[in-house]
Antibody
Framework: QVLVVESGGGVVQPGTSLRLSCGTSGFTFSGFGMHWVRQTPGKGLEWVAGISYDGSQKRYLDSVKGRLTISRDNSKSTVYLEMNSLRAEDTAVYYC??????????????WGRGTLVTVST | DIVMTQSPDSLAVSLGERATINCRSSQSLFYSNNNKNHLAWYQQKPGQPPKLLIYWSSTRESGVPDRFSGGGSETDFTLTISGLQAEDVAVYFCHQYYTTPWTFGQGTKVEIK
């Protein structure tokens, strides 16, 4: 059974940093791409970043390029989202999701329960 | 970016009746290299993450009841629930993975009439 569990969310001030972690089990982590998708009541579901099975390919939503960085540690079956220079518009529930393929080019097939990030003064 | 537009925003259907959700993309999602439409459907219930129902526009995910079916091609797609059950009350999203940034429809809320 695939399990995806996010952690690291919280309330932070604008301009500060946060690191989200996503632990996984139940599948061969090093064989699949992984993604972060966020959700807000106003903007709905928004794909944020994706990483290939070996970390060699990373793709980002334009509005987060240079501020958010996706990475992975295959020895720990964990994917990360480093979030810097946070803005109010980054406030959302952040979901970690398992890709269907190694490259992270195709849909996601399993989601975690999400972690809430609130950027506010 | 590819814009995904769903219709209607909400619909109420009697138990056992058919529910049909439409999704239109601003450009074709058909990829000739693999002969597939890069379109998925997800179901989200309150307080839960999205759950994959359909991918490649019409392939049902393992374990998903066969009352859920997907159709369409290129820019116009449908999700049909044949014989609505009480547990199908949820918000449904279409999603394109043809190109990044991946994008989602705004969601369609399905309720019981």
């Amino acid at each position: 059974q695939v399990l995806v569990v996010e952690s690291g969310g919280g309330v932070v001030q604008p301009g500060t940093s946060l690191r989200l972690s996503c632990g996984t089990s139940g599948f061969t982590f090093s064989g699949f791409g992984m993604h972060w998708v966020r959700q807000t009541p106003g903007k709905g579901l928004e794909w944020v970043a994706g990483i290939s099975y070996d970390g060699s390919q990373k793709r980002y939503l334009d509005s987060v390029k240079g501020r958010l960085t996706i990475s992975r540690d295959n020895s720990k079956s964990t994917v990360y989202l480093e979030m810097n220079s946070l803005r109010a518009e980054d406030t959302a529930v952040y979901y970690c999701a398992k890709g269907y393929d190694a490259g992270g080019n195709w849909h996601v097939d399993s989601w975690g329960r999400g972690t809430l990030v609130t950027v506010s003064t | 970016d590819i814009v995904m537009t769903q219709s209607p925003d909400s619909l109420a259907v009697s138990l056992g009746e058919r529910a049909t959700i439409n999704c239109r993309s601003s450009q074709s999602l058909f990829y000739s290299n693999n002969n597939k439409n890069h379109l998925a459907w997800y179901q989200q219930k309150p307080g839960q993450p999205p759950k994959l129902l359909i991918y490649w526009s019409s392939t049902r995910e393992s374990g998903v009841p066969d009352r859920f079916s997907g159709g369409g091609s290129e820019t116009d797609f449908t999700l049909t629930i044949s014989g609505l059950q009480a547990e199908d009350v949820a918000v449904y999203f279409c999603h394109q993975y043809y190109t990044t940034p991946w994008t989602f429809g705004q969601g369609t809320k399905v309720e019981i009439k």
